[in-house]
């Protein structure tokens, strides 16, 4: 795991902040993992042998855990099945071990999903957004008082009303309001709604935004919803949709 911090990280396709345990007694390899998480809007909690990932995940009660099979004072197959007696956390196992046995080892003791050593920080991160989406069935619908914005059917509702929406406009609006008060630079909303190779110039992201407060706020002249971070950006502020 080599690779250098993201400027902005991949984008979990969530509709709510997740809390991700990460349990790996490298503390490189554990604080990349967690930074390329924190990155991509994870809450983050850390342990580093197997009994801590136990205390941890019964204290945090995390929605996701990235287990680490070889630790100290208890292994990551063991805490695995200790785990699947108690929740149904998903649960994505990574070892260095390679074999087949290796993995079906795993996935028997109830991993969700395997991911083998040495592994790029953004594909553990693309697939804890894959388990997420999977152990999350359903609609995904964020409430902003009188916005609704559904992330499965990809309508936006103002006063019961669809808004029409062009697909840059929504999601620009879908990286703002699954991160509601998080302050974005136009650079790093420009990255996590249009991908990294996407170069556009902040009057771009400008006039998604301005697009956005026309057909979402009641006053555009004072935006409740999406609000101006000077010397910043842009952020989402869930509690002022009126």
């Not at 390329?36 to 342990?47: F, K, P, Q, S, T």
């Not at 669809?162 to 999601?171: D, G, I, K, N, Y």
Request: some cysteine.
């Amino acid at each position: 795991m080599n690779e250098t911090p993201p400027a902005a990280a991949p984008r979990p396709i969530v509709s709510m902040r997740s809390r991700v345990l990460v349990v790996e007694d490298n503390s490189r390899t554990q604080e990349a993992i967690a930074l390329y998480l924190r990155h991509a809007g994870y809450d983050v909690d850390l342990a580093a042998t197997g009994p801590d990932a136990l205390a941890v995940a019964a204290e945090r009660q995390p929605d996701l855990i990235v287990l680490d099979l070889m630790l100290p004072g208890l292994s990551g197959l063991d805490v695995c099945r200790t785990l699947r007696a108690r929740t149904d956390v998903p649960i994505i196992m990574v070892t260095a071990r390679t074999t087949e046995e290796d993995k079906l080892e795993g996935l028997r003791s109830g991993a969700d999903d395997y991911v083998t050593k040495p592994f790029s920080p953004r594909e553990l991160v693309a697939r804890v957004g894959t388990v997420l989406r999977r152990a999350r069935p359903g609609p995904r619908v964020i409430a902003a008082g009188a916005v609704e914005i559904d992330l499965t059917s990809r309508e936006v509702r103002r006063d019961g009303a669809v808004v029409p929406m062009t697909p840059a406009e929504f999601r620009l609006l879908e990286v703002l309001a699954a991160n509601p008060g998080r302050a974005w630079t136009r650079a790093d909303l420009a990255e996590r709604a249009f991908g990294h190779d996407y170069e556009a110039l902040d009057r771009t992201i400008d006039a998604h935004v301005m697009n956005l407060r026309r057909k979402l706020e009641r006053d555009r002249a004072r935006p409740e919803l999406i609000q101006t971070v000077f010397g910043v950006g842009y952020r989402f502020d869930a509690g002022r949709g009126q």
